[in-house]
């Protein structure tokens, strides 16, 4: 079945279950990898407002930044333990030479992940490991010390935004355009499927493809000559010479395609026979490693979804059609927005996907979800608390994540940067909808500005007690929010379910079986995560806005969407 992991994908890779691996020894058929680069930089998502733009408020995702003292005890490890005396030969070199700076703390960082990586291809699969200038030589070295410098098989190099003219005018250097894909097999037996371009292929075939062959079939001209110099390929064939270096194909092949009327032979004789390549038959022209043909998501994209680094998904899917055999298995070990299990759920092959951070994993649930509707993606999930038991757990070892996670219960939005430094006023998340329109007017009997109301939302993943609802009240108040959602670890006290009772309800125009009404919901709502968790209680509120910027729906008619 098709996964969905929260966490650290070393530990999911290293974890083991009733004495045996979760990921067991050559278990996947494809890795695509796009992991931090050491870009010393910030990276935030954008939600989208609810006329579908994206939002200006922006969340913080994460921070591609690695440091000596964190990863010392990786490389450590690493020299001392793994079994590849080459990979660890190769960082202790690349030790000596970077020290302890940051590049080298990613270096360190990389190297068990990329060996398990290693440990988990099947010996047909391959990896595509996405970097750009910043540490693509040192990740090379190392993946030639881990999967051995002959089953390198291509630098990709692809074209991912055109350059700009203000660069060139103030730069003492070119402009960067490319990003680099490393593909690696595991062995010299791994799929390849090979693909082909029709890019610019109109005028190509307007060109060349001008012979008719009798039949209705047009076709062009190619030389059989052989670029080098073989003495066995030089024999004479229905009175016509061979070329100088011979031809390119043997008598028996030459008979054979004779046969199949593909030469084309000149009246005179002293001129060379050709091969008749038919334009029916033509596929375009095979992909190289230079890829041109696949825009960035720009930022008015149709499939932008607003992540860090978001890569488009015409990408992955070439990747996964190339190599990634029916039916086989896609792993994305940081698998950010989710356009790789995405890609591979729309191309009907099974996937495994992980990340670090809970807005991740939402979002690619929220992604799913729009793309392929009516419950067409099954998937199994793991990682997240699945139990009261879990949950307290999360909340004692990151209160951060705990409260990324306890707000998707409701699937409420992240406040914007800057939550949790102070500046967030009692907003750790809220939802947002609106008055039906046509209710409210029939309502009311006049035409009005329909505006976006909020809802606040607060965790506490410690104690609570009443004054946390009188405060979420006056929050609610002050900000003049419709609303406000407590969400607690501990079990609500009588007083804070009497208090948030008092606070009274706000009214909403809604149609409901056709008929247009006026709905009361709590002002103030105490919600358990355990109840949450085991659907005893639920969000009383109007039908929400998704603040997520939405995947479009995927065109699967006549495709599987689902695995069994």
């Not at 490693?289 to 488009?312: C, H, M, S």
């Not at 996964?320 to 299990?341: M, Q, Y």
Request: charged fraction near 25%; aromatic fraction near 10%.
């Amino acid at each position: 079945m098709n996964k969905l992991l929260f966490g650290d994908n070393l530990g999911w890779l290293r974890k083991r279950e009733n004495g045996l691996p979760v990921f067991p020894d050559a278990c996947v058929d494809l890795i695509y990898l796009d992991p931090p680069f050491n870009s010393n930089a910030d990276y935030n998502v954008l939600f989208r407002e609810d006329s579908g733009e994206a939002s200006q408020a922006q969340f913080h995702a994460f921070t591609d930044t690695w440091n000596w003292a964190d990863a010392a005890p990786a490389y450590t490890e690493f020299i001392e333990t793994c079994e590849n005396s080459i990979a660890v030969d190769m960082l202790e070199a690349l030790h000596s030479f970077l020290k302890t700076s940051p590049m080298m703390a990613y270096l360190a960082m990389m190297s068990p992940r990329l060996v398990e990586l290693h440990r988990v291809l099947k010996p047909t699969g391959s990896l595509y490991l996405h970097c750009d200038a910043t540490a693509s030589h040192y990740l090379r070295m190392l993946l030639d010390g881990i999967f051995g410098k002959e089953n390198f098989r291509n630098e990709i190099i692809w074209k991912r935004r055109s350059g700009h003219s203000s660069g060139v005018k103030t730069s003492n250097k070119f402009g960067s355009t490319t990003d680099s894909l490393l593909f690696y097999g595991k062995s010299d037996e791994n799929y390849f499927k090979q693909i082909y371009s029709l890019e610019k292929a109109e005028d190509y075939i307007k060109e060349r493809f001008i012979y008719h062959d009798g039949d209705g079939r047009l076709y062009r001209r190619s030389p059989l000559n052989n670029p080098a110099d073989r003495p066995n390929l030089k024999y004479e064939y229905n009175g016509y010479s061979p070329p100088p270096n011979g031809w390119a194909v043997s008598r028996e092949v030459m008979e054979q395609m004779e046969k199949e009327g593909r030469l084309y032979f000149p009246a005179d004789k002293t001129q060379r026979i050709q091969r008749k390549m038919f334009l029916d038959e033509y596929k375009g022209q095979p992909i190289q490693n230079l890829w041109t043909d696949i825009p960035f998501v720009n930022p008015v994209a149709k499939e932008r979804l607003g992540y860090p680094t978001q890569k488009p998904q015409a990408l992955l899917e070439r990747i996964i059609e190339v190599s990634c055999p029916a039916n086989g298995v896609v792993f994305d070990p940081f698998c950010g927005c989710g356009t790789t299990v995405h890609a591979a759920q729309k191309l009907k092959r099974q996937w495994i996907g992980i990340d670090v951070t809970y807005l991740a994993i939402n979002l690619i649930k929220e992604r799913l979800n729009d793309a392929f509707p009516h419950g067409s993606v099954e998937f199994e999930e793991r990682g997240q608390p699945t139990d009261f038991a879990s949950a307290k757990a999360l909340a004692e070892l990151d209160k951060w994540q705990f409260q990324q996670w306890a707000l998707s219960l409701i699937r409420a939005r992240p406040l914007k940067e800057g939550a949790g430094k102070g500046a967030d006023r009692g907003v750790d998340g809220f939802l947002a909808f609106y008055d039906h329109p046509a209710a409210a007017e029939k309502l009311s009997g006049k035409k009005m500005a329909i505006p976006r109301r909020k809802i606040l939302v607060q965790v506490k993943g410690g104690h609570t007690d009443r004054g946390d609802v009188a405060k979420l009240l006056g929050d609610v108040n002050n900000q003049k929010f419709a609303a406000g959602v407590l969400i607690t670890l501990e079990k609500p006290t009588k007083p804070m379910r009497i208090e948030a009772a008092d606070a009274g309800s706000y009214k909403v125009h809604v149609r409901e079986n056709g008929e247009a009404i006026e709905a009361s919901f709590p002002k103030i709502q105490i919600l358990s995560v355990e109840k949450l968790m085991d659907g005893t209680e639920h969000l009383k509120a109007p039908p929400r806005i998704n603040l997520f910027a939405k995947a479009e729906i995927e065109d699967v008619s006549g495709k599987q969407t689902h695995l069994i």
